[in-house]
Structure formats: C-alpha cells, structure tokens
C-alpha cells in the first residue's frame, strides 16, 4: 500500500524519512489500541462517516460508508501562510517560529500532550454507547465523533513526533498506554477519567467538554509556533460537529422531557419514561463545574509566560483585538480570603485562562437560553440553568472551598447535605440507564428524546446511517 494511502497527509511524509518511519512504527500500535478500546461490538459494521481526505472546502469532509478501522486516519494542517509572523505577546510581529523555541519546549510539549490525552480518552470513555444508542442518526455522530477524536490523537502524534525528538516519541507511546478511568494509569485531566455510561452524559460531555477544547484550540490556532497553529485551525472544523452532536442531542431531550410534561400535565415524566428537568439540571452542573476545571488556575503566571511568547492567545486574539500586548491591564475576580469572597485586581496576563474560560461560559449561557426557549414553546413552566463558576470546583482559586450553585460561599457540611440536591446521584444515573434501550430500526428513535430537525448531509432521518 502506498504511503499516502496508510497515512494520508498533506505535510509532505514521503520526504522525511525519519519521521515517516516513527508515524509508521506508531500506526500498528494506534491499531491495536483502536480495536481494543474504540467503540464495542461496531468494529466490522459500515458507517456513514465522513473522512477528511484534504483540507480543500471539497476534500475535508467525504461521505461514504466505511469500516471505523479503515478509517484513513490522516495529518492534515491548514496550509502554512506565506510570512506567518507572532500575532501577540512580547514578540508580536516577529516571525512566527517553524520550531519550538528552546526555553518553551517543556512547558509546549505538555500542552501538546495534555490536549492530545483528552483525545483518546474521550473515545474510551464511550465505547460502550453504541450498545445502547437512541437511533442509527445518533449511533453514527457518535462514531463520527470518535472517528475524528482518533484523527485529533493522529494530528497531536505527528507534532510530538516531528518537533519534541525523543521526548516526543515517548509521550506519543505514553498517549496509547494510559486509560480513561483506570485508577493506575489515568487520563491526565479529571473531566476524561469520569465514567459517561449513558447518552444524557454523552451529550452533555460534547457539549459541555468538548465545547473546552473549541476554545482551547481556538487559543493555540493563533500561536506563533506554526504547526501546532496550523494543526489546531483544521482540528477545529471537526470539532464542530462535536459541538453541534452535544448541543442539539441536550436540546433534543430537552424538549422531549417538556413535551411529555405538556401531553401529560399531572403525570411524573419517570413514569412516562422520559428524563426529569431536575435529573438533567444535575447532570448539567457536573458537567458544567467538570468542564470548567479544564481552563486551568484562575490566576496562572503559566498563562501569562504564554502569552508573553506568542504561544497562547486569547480566543480570535486577531479578529477580537486590537492591542495584542495587554502589559497594562488588570483584571478583577473574587477570591477567597480569610473565609469570605473579597475582589482581587491581577495584571491581565495573570488572568488569561479566565478570560478563556468567560469566553466559554458566555457560549454555554447561549445554548441555555435556546433550549429554555424550546421548554417554553412547549407551554411548560420551567427554565433549566448553568451553576456559578465557582460551584464544584477541583482546579484554581474555589478549589477546596464550598459553594452553592449561585456561587456564595458555605460550609463543607452545607454542601455535603445538599450535594443530592445539586449534583447526580446514584439512583439519577440508574434512573437515567434504565431508559437506555438500543434503538436501531431506521427512522425509528427511543421514547426519551426528540428526533433530529433534519438528517445529516441532506439524508433523512430515515436513513440507513449505520448498516448492522
Ligand atoms: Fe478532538
Ligand atoms: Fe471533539
């Protein structure tokens, strides 16, 4: 088989020999990790997928039924502009950098790592989905979503592989060693170790998870290391389907909760088999308070090195700002001190994974309002929300304190005694399992949820999506 067709790419492969030969020792071991943790029991099926085959508006997104480990895993990157220069920081202007600049190549190659890490994980963390998907349209996104999370890990790999030396070809190792969820040899960050067993947290992991990653790649497709610029910009049309597979499929229950409610105004929606609006308000703040771990330290003289060298910038630095080099500015945000929220002001650049993670909360808040707007167009009275960004929280300032869901500070036992009240509990999670039952007839779709708007790529919802 030809090069091209094992490993499609538009890096020019064939002329890095070196290279070439690690990606090429990598792929079998990617194999057998892919057939032992990718999704169970689907392996040999043909699936509607789209494939990257380049990153032209004609190639990146081919439909065709394929067999997920025949899926052409490839290494696309946006291609490299011509006199590519550092958008931000204290080198704003110079000449982006083709290599990783020496004093930045540990702290680099971990945020190459760390995001590569969450790609892997998340397809270990959903392999068992398919056994009880609510339709073929939503067996397919699933599939979709792992096979590109696969193609994610792939772009990651040939980074750490064509910039990182040695170091680089053990971590690409390590990504295939480590196991969501596994107490020995954990994922690297806590959102991918937590069990997503049922579609409610599926959903609510693209949506609320994946949704982290659009902004922490928005971040690095502006630096000024230009691979990992390049890499992030083309990963980033993918992840937008991730996206839109977490926002509707929660909106899609969302509303299939509230139009039982209306067809039935004094029965419980359990006993109509559907996922009660508190049931769903509590998955919605795990996930959320989970998700809103992965923008690191409130306070983070890391996001301000980043910054200062062009590595990491503000989401659409170019397109949002005007002034790239923030020396001057301060940001305020509440802290805790001596066992009471006071305000702190903090240089900008200090500030920066909460500036990111306000970008994020604001997009979350968006998709709130429009699925409080499908409860009320259903006639019902209730409006689901999103706990303050302190609630829950493992990573930065309000970790190891105690909030409730508007963010005022309380004590440990306060938050033990409503912890049932706020977050899942184990009879949700079995209540939420027990509505899981396979639907795989096509056009047909579990009592529990809304069917889809409309199908994928101009097919019907009716479609043959996942031939079984
Ligand atoms: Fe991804
Ligand atoms: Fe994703």
Same mark, same amino acid.
């Given at each position: 088989m030809e090069l091209y067709e094992r490993i499609p790419n538009n890096v020019n492969l064939s002329e890095d020999k070196r290279l070439q030969r690690a990606l090429e020792k990598w792929l079998p071991d990617y194999l057998d990790w892919w057939r032992e943790m990718g999704p169970e029991g689907f392996q040999e099926k043909d699936v509607w997928l789209r494939t990257a085959v380049s990153v032209e508006p004609e190639g990146w997104a081919h439909f065709d039924y394929v067999r997920m480990p025949d899926y052409r895993w490839g290494i696309f990157l946006k291609p490299a502009e011509r !006199?590519?220069?550092? &958008?931000? &920081? !204290?080198?704003? &202007?110079?000449p982006a950098y083709q290599e990783v600049p020496g004093e930045f190549r540990n702290p680099l190659r971990r945020i190459v790592v760390t995001q590569a890490d969450t790609e892997p994980a998340s397809v270990e963390q959903q392999r068992l989905l398919g056994q009880t998907c609510p339709s073929l349209y939503d067996l397919r996104n699933l599939f979709q979503v792992n096979v590109e999370e696969g193609r994610h890990l792939w772009a990651m790999v040939y980074l750490l592989h064509g910039y990182f030396g040695r170091d680089g070809r053990d971590e690409a190792d390590a990504l295939l060693e480590r196991r969501s969820g596994n107490p020995d040899k954990p994922r690297i960050l806590e959102a991918f170790n937590q069990?997503? !067993?049922d579609w409610l947290n599926f959903f609510c992991f693209t949506m609320f998870t994946d949704r982290d990653g659009k902004y922490q790649l928005s971040a690095l497709a502006e630096s000024g290391f230009e691979p990992l610029a390049r890499t992030c910009q083309f990963m980033l049309t993918e992840e937008a389907h991730h996206l839109f597979v977490g926002e509707t499929g929660v909106g899609r229950v969302v509303r299939r909760t509230a139009q039982l409610m209306k067809e039935n105004r004094n029965e419980d929606v359990r006993s109509l088999g559907g996922i009660p609006f508190d049931i769903i308000q509590r998955y919605f703040n795990y996930w959320y308070s989970y998700s809103l771990d992965l923008f690191g330290g409130e306070i983070s003289s890391n996001a301000a090195d980043f910054f200062a060298a062009g590595l990491k910038g503000r989401y659409q630095e170019r397109k949002k700002?005007?002034?790239?080099?923030?020396?001057e500015d301060a940001f305020t945000l509440p802290v805790v001190e001596d066992g009471r929220l006071i305000e702190r002001v903090v240089p900008m650049r200090n500030a920066l994974n909460e500036v990111l993670r306000g970008e994020y909360v604001r997009d979350c808040v968006r998709a709130l309002e429009r699925w409080n707007k499908y409860i009320a167009d259903e006639g019902v009275d209730h409006q689901l929300t999103l706990p303050s960004t302190r609630f829950h929280r493992h990573v930065g300032e309000y970790a190891g304190h105690f909030f409730d869901v508007d963010g005022s500070l309380i004590a440990e036992e306060e938050f033990e005694r409503r912890r049932d009240e706020w977050l899942p509990t184990s009879a949700d999670r079995e209540y939420v399992r027990s509505l899981m039952h396979p639907v795989t007839e096509p056009g047909k779709i579990a009592n529990w949820i809304a069917p889809p708007a409309t199908g994928i790529k101009g097919k019907p919802f009716e479609f043959e999506y996942v031939r079984l």
């Open positions: !006199d590519a220069r550092v &958008g931000f &920081g !204290d080198n704003c &202007g110079a069990p997503c !067993d700002y005007t002034e790239h080099l923030i020396k």
